[in-house]
Nanobody, 124 residues
Framework: QVQLVESGGGSVQAGGSLRLSCRYT????????LAWFRQAPGEKREGVAA?????????YYLDSVKGRFTISQDNAKNTLYLQMNSLKPEDSAMYYC????????????????WGQGTQVTVSS
C-alpha cells in the first residue's frame, strides 16, 4: 500500500528556514517523479518543486521559490526533502508531497499519490 507521510512543518519568522521531509513507502521502485505542493486558504494548490528520476535527478522549481528552496531525495531512506530558506509570509500554506507527477508545468503539476500535508506558517 502506497503511503506518503510528511513532517517538518511549523511556525517561523520571515527570513527563517524549515526542512520538510516526506517518507514514501509501498512503491516497487522509486517513483519517476516526486514533488512538493502547497495550498494556502482560498488559493489553488500549486506545485512548488519537483525531482525526476533521471541520470541527474532533474529538478524544477516554481519561480517564486527559486534560489530559496531546494528539493532533494534520499534513495536509501525513501525520503523526499524540501529545504526552505529565506521564508516569506507568502510561503505560508499547507505543504503536501506527491508521487507520480502529472503535468508539464511546475505550477499546475498534480500527482497520483498524496501525503496528508504539513502546515508551514511564516510570520512577518
Amino acid at each position: 500500500q502506497v503511503q506518503l507521510v510528511e513532517s517538518g512543518g511549523g511556525s517561523v519568522q520571515a527570513g527563517g528556514s524549515l526542512r520538510l521531509s516526506c517518507r514514501y513507502t509501498g512503491f516497487t521502485n522509486r517513483p519517476y517523479c516526486l514533488a512538493w505542493f502547497r495550498q494556502a486558504p482560498g488559493e489553488k494548490r500549486e506545485g512548488v518543486a519537483a525531482i525526476y528520476k533521471t541520470g541527474y535527478d532533474d529538478t524544477y522549481y516554481l519561480d517564486s521559490v527559486k534560489g530559496r528552496f531546494t528539493i532533494s531525495q534520499d534513495n536509501a531512506k525513501n525520503t523526499l526533502y524540501l529545504q526552505m530558506n529565506s521564508l516569506k509570509p507568502e510561503d505560508s500554506a499547507m505543504y503536501y508531497c506527491g508521487a507520480e507527477c502529472e503535468g508539464d508545468f511546475i505550477a499546475t503539476l498534480t500527482a497520483r499519490y498524496w501525503g496528508q500535508g504539513t502546515q508551514v506558517t511564516v510570520s512577518s
